[in-house]
């Protein structure tokens, strides 16, 4: 077998006039949002990596330890072909399923192309037996995958850990696996994180660390405003809060104005009053019932369940039902 050395890279990201009209769109909206993958430049990525570390936030390392556990179980219910990771991250989840699995190639997508490159480059010198493809893109906007030959006349499979599908409100969490299902094709499966309901104290700790590493990671969202979209927003003047909306199942992440101000980016001024509110992220919490509603309606079905001991996530393993 021919070992790999060091991982392909192609560069989707969306270019800067599509990020100032997302943003132009997001600051209109009532209440203004911006799209999640904004988070995740270099320093967000990196930041985010942090919050997986901090006493409060669980939701990495109990599902870390679940695929280490279960990796070989995962691996046989998964069968050959190409991995195709969405949001892949730090990579530091998929190494047991790549030991496991051997596919025909791993293929993350992520948004952060610096540190994309430097974390495939790093988990290709563990695995140089598995040929990759690191791409770089908006995955929730993505077409198709790109023509290269390793995607060509293999079966792909999906893997969605870490429960980002969260990060996307019910409708756009419907259309991201309807998407995942063209984007997969016949046959595929897909391997999806998923975070349940816990008490509210717990919840917001996890998104408000004592660290207030969770508050750098989303005032690292205005430094990005500024330096990419020419923006003068001042991080100091926005606090951050993380409260748990139980009528939506979700935790709401926000940066609240503490003056009123008028800011000016991407070539526009907007004015926030005191108290004022820029959502930088939701992440809603799913029963694995609740999620299947969504996922069924898309074309997937329930193929087999892992969840660890104390039943906080749960590992879904989903079918196309046309296969």
């Known amino acids: 077998m ?3 050395t060091r991982p392909q890279l192609i560069n989707l990201h969306p270019a800067p006039a599509d990020m100032a009209r997302l943003v132009r769109e997001g600051l209109g909206r009532h209440p203004r949002q911006l799209p999640a993958w904004l988070l995740y430049d270099a320093e967000g990525s990196r930041l985010f990596e942090a919050i997986g570390q901090q006493p409060e936030y669980s939701l990495t390392r109990v599902e870390t330890a679940l695929l280490d556990q279960r990796a070989g179980e ?6 050959p072909g190409v991995l195709v990771e969405f949001g892949a991250g730090n990579l530091r989840k998929v190494g047991p399923l790549l030991e496991a699995l051997r596919p025909a190639a791993y293929v993350p997508l992520d948004i952060s192309a610096r540190h994309l490159e430097q974390s495939c480059a790093d988990l290709q010198t563990r695995h140089p037996q598995v040929p990759m493809l690191a791409i770089c893109c908006d995955y929730s906007q993505l077409a198709d995958l790109p023509a ?21 409100s019910p409708p756009e969490a419907r259309a991201l696996l309807e998407q995942f299902a063209r984007l997969l094709g016949p046959g595929s499966r897909l391997l999806i994180g998923i975070d349940h309901p816990k008490p509210a104290e717990r919840l917001e700790a996890a998104y408000n660390d004592a660290a207030g590493v969770s508050a750098a990671f989303a005032r690292n969202l205005l430094v990005r405003l500024n330096r990419d979209l020419a923006g003068n927003l001042d991080p100091t003047a926005f606090a951050y809060v993380a409260r748990w909306e139980a009528s939506h199942s979700r935790v709401a992440m926000a940066l609240v104005s503490s003056c009123a101000q008028t800011v000016s980016v991407a070539g526009q001024h907007w004015r926030f009053a005191a108290g004022d509110e820029l959502i930088a992220e939701y992440s809603l919490k799913y029963s694995t019932e609740a999620f299947l509603q969504l996922a069924q309606p898309a074309g997937w079905r329930l193929g087999q369940r892992w969840s ?6 749960s590992l879904l393993l989903l079918e196309r039902a046309d296969s």
């Open 148 to 168: 290269h030959p390793l995607l060509q006349g293999q079966r792909r499979h999906g893997f969605y850990p870490g429960s980002s599908i969260g990060n996307f």
């Open 74 to 79: 995962l691996a046989a219910a998964l069968g």
């Open 2 to 4: 021919t070992l790999q």
């Open 308 to 313: 660890d001991p104390a039943g906080e996530l």
